[in-house]
């Protein structure tokens, strides 16, 4: 079995400052990890994805994630946020049934203050 | 830009009602997914497709069925409606070569009386 684990429900930081968003997981061989964000009152919509390679990976807006496979973590990552940012945030592991789905956290919400 | 429509925003609906959920992509994606998100369970996946006429239980498929009779179309069904089915309802579609990236549709809040 799979899982993914956003031990925060909600994140609050103050504009310009860097933000963190953790994500944890737990899979048999080895992971692909995505993140995904939904502002209020639209679907889903990809960020970025961890496949294999460099442990860190850049992805849209200005986020970039690290993958580390020793504390099985994948966290979520801007070096400046902006009010913008504020949105409902995902993690997902992929898994192998026979054909691929993925299993989400519980999400975590980013509360940036101006 | 990929596109998946969902053929309602928001439905009201009444209990042991027949629904209908429909969901569109125009990219001509092999696969395609149903999930259900509630506030502090994320999304979880009902149903996904990964061919015409073939379906795959995900977590939950109980109390749901999908049909999914054209490759660009999945239908998400619920044969009786409950209000425990009360939820928002997430299409996804996504192509093999692209390692499970998947493209959401804006969901609709279902609402069972």
């Known amino acids: 079995a799979q899982s993914v684990a956003q031990p925060e429900d909600q994140v609050n930081v103050a504009e310009g400052n860097p933000l963190t968003v953790k994500c944890t997981y737990s899979?048999?061989?080895?992971?692909?990890l995505f993140w995904y964000v939904q502002y209020p009152n639209r679907g889903l919509q990809f960020l970025l994805k961890y496949i294999t390679g460099d442990n860190l990976v850049k992805g849209s807006y200005g986020f970039e994630a690290e993958f580390n496979k020793s504390q099985t973590s994948f966290h979520l990552k801007k070096p400046s946020a902006l009010v913008s940012d504020s949105a409902l945030y995902f993690c997902a592991v992929s898994r192998y049934t026979g054909r691929r789905a993925l299993t989400f956290g519980s999400g975590t919400r980013l509360q940036v203050q101006p | 830009d990929v596109k998946v429509t969902q053929s309602s925003r928001y439905l009201v609906k009444r209990t042991r009602e027949k629904v209908f959920l429909e969901c569109v992509q125009d990219m001509d994606h092999e696969n395609m997914f149903w999930y259900r998100q509630d506030p502090g369970l994320g999304l979880r996946l009902i149903y996904f497709?990964?061919?015409?006429?073939?379906?795959e239980k995900g977590d939950i498929p109980e109390g749901y069925s999908v049909s999914r009779e054209k490759k660009e179309r999945f239908s998400l069904i619920l044969e009786s409606a409950s209000t425990n089915q009360t939820s928002m309802y997430l299409c996804?579609?996504?192509?093999?070569?692209?390692?499970?990236?998947?493209?959401f549709g804006p969901g609709t809040r279902l609402t069972v009386l």
């Open positions: 899979v048999s061989g080895n992971p692909y």
């Open positions: 497709s990964y061919d015409v006429k073939m379906k």
């Open positions: 996804a579609s996504g192509r093999d070569r692209e390692r499970d990236t998947q493209y």
